[in-house]
Protein backbone atom coordinates (compact mmCIF):
# COMPACT_ATOMS: atom_id res chain seq x y z
CA UNK A 1 0.00 0.00 0.00
CA UNK A 2 1.59 3.28 -1.12
CA UNK A 3 -0.25 6.50 0.21
CA UNK A 4 0.52 10.11 -1.06
CA UNK A 5 -0.26 13.16 0.87
CA UNK A 6 -0.73 16.51 -0.67
CA UNK A 7 -2.72 20.28 -0.09
CA UNK A 8 0.12 21.38 2.43
CA UNK A 9 0.81 24.92 2.23
CA UNK A 10 1.52 28.19 3.98
CA UNK A 11 -1.47 30.14 5.27
CA UNK A 12 -2.49 32.99 7.70
CA UNK A 13 -4.12 32.15 11.52
CA UNK A 14 -8.14 31.77 10.67
CA UNK A 15 -6.90 30.40 6.99
CA UNK A 16 -8.11 27.05 5.78
CA UNK A 17 -6.67 24.13 4.11
CA UNK A 18 -7.06 20.80 2.92
CA UNK A 19 -5.30 17.60 2.83
CA UNK A 20 -5.79 14.91 0.70
CA UNK A 21 -4.21 11.35 0.84
CA UNK A 22 -4.45 9.33 -2.34
CA UNK A 23 -3.83 5.11 -1.85
CA UNK A 24 -2.64 3.05 -4.52
CA UNK A 25 -5.57 0.37 -3.34
CA UNK A 26 -8.91 -0.05 -2.66
CA UNK A 27 -9.75 1.61 0.67
CA UNK A 28 -12.21 -0.77 1.62
CA UNK A 29 -10.28 -3.10 3.06
CA UNK A 30 -8.18 -0.55 4.86
CA UNK A 31 -9.62 -0.86 8.72
CA UNK A 32 -8.67 2.50 10.15
CA UNK A 33 -7.12 5.40 7.82
CA UNK A 34 -5.46 8.37 9.91
CA UNK A 35 -3.89 11.81 10.09
CA UNK A 36 -0.64 12.72 12.08
CA UNK A 37 1.16 15.41 12.66
CA UNK A 38 4.79 15.97 14.02
CA UNK A 39 5.75 19.84 15.11
CA UNK A 40 9.61 20.36 15.27
CA UNK A 41 11.01 18.50 18.78
CA UNK A 42 7.67 17.46 19.60
CA UNK A 43 6.68 13.79 18.97
CA UNK A 44 4.03 12.55 16.21
CA UNK A 45 0.51 12.69 17.56
CA UNK A 46 -2.44 10.98 16.20
CA UNK A 47 -4.86 14.40 14.88
CA UNK A 48 -7.96 12.08 13.41
CA UNK A 49 -8.89 9.01 12.38
CA UNK A 50 -11.54 6.97 10.62
CA UNK A 51 -12.49 4.08 10.50
CA UNK A 52 -14.15 1.14 7.89
CA UNK A 53 -17.27 2.17 9.70
CA UNK A 54 -17.15 5.96 9.51
CA UNK A 55 -16.73 6.39 12.79
CA UNK A 56 -14.62 9.35 13.44
CA UNK A 57 -12.39 10.61 16.43
CA UNK A 58 -10.04 13.28 16.60
CA UNK A 59 -7.62 14.97 19.45
CA UNK A 60 -9.11 17.28 21.43
CA UNK A 61 -7.30 20.43 20.11
CA UNK A 62 -9.11 20.03 16.75
CA UNK A 63 -12.39 19.49 17.47
CA UNK A 64 -14.61 21.54 15.79
CA UNK A 65 -11.99 22.86 13.53
CA UNK A 66 -11.10 19.78 11.63
CA UNK A 67 -13.13 17.30 9.76
CA UNK A 68 -12.08 13.77 8.33
CA UNK A 69 -13.33 12.26 5.39
CA UNK A 70 -12.71 9.75 3.05
CA UNK A 71 -13.96 8.75 -0.42
CA UNK A 72 -14.21 4.82 -1.02
CA UNK A 73 -14.46 5.75 -4.92
CA UNK A 74 -11.47 7.63 -5.50
CA UNK A 75 -9.25 5.71 -2.91
CA UNK A 76 -8.86 8.56 -1.21
CA UNK A 77 -8.85 10.19 2.49
CA UNK A 78 -9.17 14.11 3.51
CA UNK A 79 -8.69 16.27 6.24
CA UNK A 80 -10.30 19.74 6.17
CA UNK A 81 -8.97 22.56 8.18
CA UNK A 82 -10.44 25.52 9.29
CA UNK A 83 -9.69 28.46 11.31
CA UNK A 84 -6.48 27.22 11.55
CA UNK A 85 -4.16 28.53 14.39
CA UNK A 86 0.11 28.82 14.68
CA UNK A 87 0.46 25.50 16.73
CA UNK A 88 -1.10 23.43 13.65
CA UNK A 89 2.17 23.99 11.97
CA UNK A 90 3.42 20.83 11.50
CA UNK A 91 4.43 18.07 8.72
CA UNK A 92 1.24 16.02 8.12
CA UNK A 93 1.08 12.37 7.76
CA UNK A 94 -1.88 9.87 6.57
CA UNK A 95 -1.90 6.29 7.72
CA UNK A 96 -3.50 3.47 7.17
CA UNK A 97 -3.56 0.43 9.34
CA UNK A 98 -4.99 -3.07 7.99
CA UNK A 99 -6.09 -5.26 10.58
CA UNK A 100 -6.00 -9.37 10.01
CA UNK A 101 -5.82 -12.34 12.41
CA UNK A 102 -2.46 -12.68 11.66
CA UNK A 103 -1.25 -9.16 12.46
CA UNK A 104 -1.85 -5.55 11.92
CA UNK A 105 0.19 -3.43 8.75
CA UNK A 106 0.52 -0.33 8.62
CA UNK A 107 1.71 2.46 6.14
CA UNK A 108 2.99 6.16 6.12
CA UNK A 109 2.80 8.70 3.57
CA UNK A 110 5.60 10.98 2.65
CA UNK A 111 4.31 13.82 5.06
CA UNK A 112 2.83 17.57 3.77
CA UNK A 113 4.15 20.84 5.37
CA UNK A 114 1.62 23.16 7.11
CA UNK A 115 2.51 26.30 8.57
CA UNK A 116 -0.09 28.40 9.72
CA UNK A 117 1.86 32.39 10.31
CA UNK A 118 0.93 35.91 9.54
Known amino acids: VQLQASGGGLVQPGGSLRLSCAASVSIVSINRMSWYRQAPGKQRELVASVSSARIKNYVDSVKGRFTISKDNAKNAMYLQMINLKPEDTAVYYC?????????????WGQGTQVTVSS
Open 95 to 107: NAKIVSVMATQEY
